[in-house]
């Protein structure tokens, strides 16, 4: 019997990641490793597949050390953990996880927009502190119906918030490298015009050399006192520290925050504001996604481990 191909992973993602993987494959768990590097040179000629998230992906020099890796399948869609230029040069294949966490990042983004244009997490400290019966009434919060939501990114999940955030009563504008055709919602082709024209603006674009930085402090700005800005992509697509500068001055209305520059590092500026809301990189982090996550990467594995197409290739 042929021996079973080495799968590397690199975390361990969701309970049902492992027991699956070891149904076909003999895997390399890598966070279990004190010394990790001694780890992977140690098992380099059993690994032919690495499994990677938004944690731990494939890096160039993890990519080098591993010199018979085939493929690539990455549990996360966004890509800028992986070094795709070297995957490219060394002809290792690489899958993604699409479509199954769409819905689920969506209800994240309209999630914080929700919670952080109407202070509910605010409201809910309130009434834990005790304050309702001495203070009677809590701020003032902001109407979400009839607003103007701007998307950067209109892809997959940028087009779910879309769909979400119009049930909700708002215009939707978008801003993209073109205009997607058959749409009625308008179309800004940079930043800081959408930002202009839009109340609250939602992040959704992949991070690249591109985005990276795109949302500075020209685009905040031109947000303004009463905007909120929303970011389930990359928190490196964000100047942070000018988002940072623009909540504690009260030049931005609010903030919504999955995602940071150097996660889980959460600038402490940003911990005693009321008008910024803060989670933990949760956009996908449901049970139901997390498990098609996992079925998904396990699929892409042995699609190409028996030679068949790849579920979900880049
Ligand atoms: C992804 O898959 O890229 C998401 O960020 C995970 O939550």
Redesign the pocket.
């Known amino acids: 019997m042929a021996a079973r191909p080495g799968v590397l992973l690199t975390q361990p993602c969701v309970d049902s990641m492992l027991p699956s993987l070891e149904k076909s494959f003999t895997v390399f768990k890598l966070w279990e490793a004190s010394d990790q590097d001694a780890f992977v040179s140690a098992s380099a000629h059993s690994i032919r597949g690495l499994v990677g998230n938004?944690v731990v992906g494939a890096s160039g020099p993890l990519i080098d050390a591993l010199p018979r890796l085939e493929i690539v399948s990455s549990?996360?869609?966004?890509l800028d953990k992986i070094d795709l230029p070297k995957c490219r040069q060394r002809g290792i294949a690489v899958t993604y996880?699409p479509d199954v966490?769409t819905d689920c990042?969506a209800d994240t983004a309209l999630s914080l927009m929700l919670a952080c244009m109407r202070r509910i997490p605010a409201a809910d400290r309130f009434v834990r502190q005790g304050r309702w019966p001495a203070e009677k009434n809590f701020v003032h919060t902001t109407k979400v119906s009839g607003k103007r939501v701007g998307i950067v990114g209109l892809g997959r999940i940028g087009m779910a918030i879309a769909k979400r955030a119009e049930a909700f009563g708002c215009e939707i504008a978008y801003q993209g490298r073109s205009p997607k055709p058959n749409l009625t919602f308008n179309y800004y082709s940079t930043a800081k015009e959408l930002a202009t024209n839009s109340d609250v603006v939602v992040i959704a674009c992949p991070l690249n050399e591109e985005t990276k930085g795109s949302i500075n402090r020209e685009v905040i700005d031109a947000l303004g006192p009463s905007g909120f800005l929303i970011n389930i992509a990359?928190g490196p697509i964000v100047d942070e520290q000018e988002l940072v500068k623009a909540l504690v001055e009260g030049r931005l209305g609010g903030a919504g925050l999955d995602?940071f520059d150097d996660e889980p590092h959460v600038p402490q500026e940003l911990m005693s504001l009321d008008n910024v809301v803060l989670t933990p990189?949760?956009?996908?982090?449901t049970w139901e996604t997390r498990r098609a996550?996992a079925d998904l990467v396990v699929a892409n594995l042995e699609a190409y481990f028996s030679g068949k197409p790849l579920l979900t290739p880049v």
Do not use: I
């Not at 990189?281 to 982090?285: D, M, N, P, T, Y």
């Open positions: 938004t549990f996360s869609v966004g996880t966490l990042t990359r995602v990189h949760v956009g996908s982090l996550m």
